[in-house]
């Protein structure tokens, strides 16, 4: 007799995913609360490796703690530095960026007329051009650009305050899950070894997205684009986002290459070339060595849980999917009228080549 608690149980799923749907908007509401939680989350599991080597080499508890949000209050302190200073340089440079690109779109209009063409939009062009880059605008993209980063660094106080809480009660955790359960069972252990699984992915990730960035950065800077430690932070940061952020990543370097005085197609050509081999090597030898098969997530799910997670909590989400999509598959995995779900999540079995024949 097949196993029919696997199966979808009439009235008793509707209750399930009708429960899911009001989680969902919940969550989608108390966006502003759950998503800095989620980012201290982040960080204390990046921090976690660093205070249990410090442990190790005999550094006080507290000591340990202080040493860690330090470095973690440096990294920040330096990558907001980083884009500030970007961001402003950016900023002088759009002028000139706007003259570039008058120029290529004649030219642009010259070839077409050549071509048979007829078009009659340079004035248009140059007027839409100098709207776009007027110095009015240009304050108004500054404005926004800073109101932005004042917003991110109040948020990131919260953040890095919660995280230094978290780790500094991490040590205390597995005592207090004896406390409370007693001998862990089957559902705890395996709950607590996808947590331990979240942990590594997020780890190996952060790596792999570090080493993504370095060679990206110092790809643009040989070919003489401008700002290359920004594209080489944006590679770091996009690579989180499974599927699509290296792509994003990938379109401002290659438009700038264009747009920039010294440049053109070939610039951007060698930019995309470069993108193109780090992020094949990097997606189809480097991440599956240390990653192997341990997601158990097919790759559909990771696209459509992309999709989910950024419509519920925007950029975060999509940052997160990865992560939040195992620990649903396994609380799916944990409910009779849920476990189908986590069924269909994962990667499909691998068949042999030939079908069996009956008989």
């Known amino acids: 007799m097949p196993d029919r608690t696997a199966f979808p149980r009439g009235p008793g799923v509707l209750l399930t995913l009708a429960g899911l749907v009001v989680l969902i908007a919940g969550l989608r509401e108390a966006g502003s609360i759950v998503v800095p939680f989620l980012l201290s989350v982040f960080l204390a599991m990046l921090g976690v490796p660093l205070l249990t080597r410090l442990r190790q080499w005999g550094v006080p508890r507290f000591l340990s703690i202080i040493m860690v949000v330090l470095a973690m209050g440096i990294v920040l302190l330096g990558l907001g530095s980083v884009v500030a200073s ?31 063409v007829e078009i009659a939009v340079q004035e248009s062009i140059e007027s839409e051009i ?5 110095r009015e605008q240009l304050l108004l993209w500054g404005s926004g650009i800073l109101s932005s980063l004042a917003s991110v660094l109040s948020t990131s106080v919260l953040v890095v305050l919660t995280a230094i809480f978290m780790l500094s009660e991490a040590a205390g955790l597995p005592a207090k899950f004896r406390a409370a359960f007693g001998r862990p069972g ?42 290359p430690v920004l594209w080489g932070l944006t590679a770091f940061l996009l690579n989180y ?29 060698a930019v995309v ?87």
């Open 86 to 116: 970007t961001v402003s340089a950016f900023l002088d440079e759009i002028p000139r960026y706007a003259g570039r690109l008058s120029q290529l779109m004649m030219s642009l209009q010259e070839w077409l007329e050549k071509q048979g």
């Open 241 to 269: 986002i499974p599927n699509i952020g290296s792509i994003i990543a990938a379109v401002p370097p290659v438009v700038l290459g264009l747009i920039q005085p010294e440049g053109g197609p070939g610039l951007s050509l």
């Open 186 to 227: 089957a559902r705890e252990l395996e709950f607590s070894g996808v947590l331990t699984q979240v942990h590594r992915y997020l780890i190996i990730k952060t790596v792999i997205s570090l080493i993504t960035g370095l060679v990206l950065g110092l790809w643009v800077w040989i070919l003489g684009v401008d700002f």
């Open 273 to 359: 070339a470069g993108y193109l081999t780090v992020n094949i090597l990097v997606g189809s030898i480097l991440e599956p060595t240390w990653m192997g098969e341990r997601l158990g997530l097919s790759t559909l799910v990771v696209f459509l849980s992309l999709v989910f997670w950024g419509w519920v909590w925007g950029g975060v989400g999509m940052l997160l999917s990865v992560p939040l999509t195992m620990i649903a598959k396994i609380l799916f995995q944990h409910s009779d009228d849920l476990r189908w779900i986590a069924t269909m999540m994962d990667k499909p079995p691998v068949e042999s080549a030939v079908p069996n024949e009956p008989g």
């Open 130 to 134: 100098d709207r776009l880059f007027s």
